[in-house]
């Protein structure tokens, strides 16, 4: 079998089929991606990634993500739409190269229009090192990430371990947002992280929180647990990146309100074939080249993650009875008034 390119993004007639009968309907004119990762491969200065979990990925198929291509990967998944973005570099394990991804995502998010950056943070920089680089930058919020936790652990960390408290407060002195792809095995489903959502989110109340992957809930168990927790909190939002499992998303426009939910797509992750699939506790990427399934009753091809995602936020609406004016606002209208409530940082 020939090795598969995942960064072939043409369309098969498998995805244009799947495009024409089922989500060219369902996705708007006009869309506001609010995660998009906008970075290059060479700002993982690790000597070893070339062995590193990102090489067989990243490093082999997006190893250079500018704003062009994620307009060219848009055209050809969603043909014909007006893209906005909220994006923000790729969180690459210490070693990083912290100012070159913030400065290059300045570069490219001011080919867009109307679009913005966010700050790739770790807990070592302070107020001034952060205050200088939005300045320089433009970028109106926070990209934390586990990896970067002081604890060491980046699957249990808690919130604060790679959010600390000074740049939540910086957050909310000026009004910023915080993307937050929140850790944990029962991500928001864990007792400490819905806990520190809570306290966090009330006493820095002009922080604006983003939980990306419908509260890295990829499936409904978890946000089914928290939601009647965390509903009513006025700075909180949550984004649909790569969830593909229609109960998460229904669990998500039931539990949070469909008001408080926008659409993301984490590219280039949207343009690789598979699915995020969910089980027992559990959630993972299936890939055309990582399974042993029995196939041939059936036609064997995989779509673009992309697409996958696109299904589960179409079909987890049907509860809700999704109308035009919430469909929009899914794509578009919320993410649109959030980052407009931002005021640029001079
Ligand atoms: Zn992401």
Redesign the pocket.
């Known amino acids: 079998m020939a090795a598969i390119d995942l960064a072939d993004i043409d369309p098969t007639e498998l995805d244009t089929r799947i495009w024409n009968e089922e989500l060219a309907d369902f996705v708007p004119d006009r869309v506001f991606d609010v995660?998009t990762?906008i970075y290059r491969w060479a700002f993982d200065l690790d000597p070893n990634k070339v062995t590193g979990p990102f090489a067989d990925n990243i490093g082999r198929f997006f190893p250079e993500v500018t704003w062009e291509l994620a307009d060219q990967v848009d055209a050809t998944l969603m043909p014909g739409r007006q893209m906005e973005r909220l994006a923000?570099p790729?969180p690459f394990p210490h070693p990083c190269d912290f100012d070159g991804s913030n400065d290059y995502l300045a570069r490219e998010v001011a080919k867009g229009r109307n679009s913005a950056g966010l700050m790739l943070v770790h807990p070592g920089m302070g107020a001034g090192e952060i205050e200088a680089t939005l300045r320089r930058t433009g970028h109106i919020g926070f990209k934390p990430y586990r990896f970067y936790s002081t604890t060491g652990d980046a699957v249990q960390c808690r919130i604060t371990d790679f959010m600390p408290e000074h740049q939540i407060a910086i957050a909310d002195r000026y009004g910023l947002i915080i993307l937050m792809?929140i850790s944990k095995r029962d991500a928001i489903a864990d007792r400490e992280n819905i806990d520190d959502i809570k306290w966090l989110s009330a006493k820095y109340p002009r922080a604006k929180w983003i939980l990306?992957?419908c509260a890295r809930s990829y499936s409904a168990w978890a946000i089914e647990q928290a939601a009647a927790e965390i509903r009513d909190l006025p700075n909180v939002w949550y984004d649909t990146?790569?969830v593909c499992e229609s109960d998460a998303l229904d669990a998500l426009y039931t539990g949070v309100g469909i008001d408080r939910v926008m659409y993301?797509s984490?590219d280039m992750?949207g343009p690789m074939r598979g699915k995020y699939v969910a089980f027992g506790k559990a959630w993972s990427y299936l890939s055309p080249t990582n399974h042993a399934m029995s196939l041939a009753h059936c036609d064997p091809r995989m779509t673009y993650i992309r697409y996958e995602q696109l299904r589960a936020m179409k079909r987890g609406a049907r509860q809700i009875g999704l109308s035009n004016a919430q469909r929009e606002a899914l794509f578009y209208g919320t993410a649109r008034a959030l980052v407009d409530s931002v005021s640029p940082f001079a």
């Open positions: 995660h990762h923000f790729f792809h990306a992957h990146s790569t993301g984490d992750i």
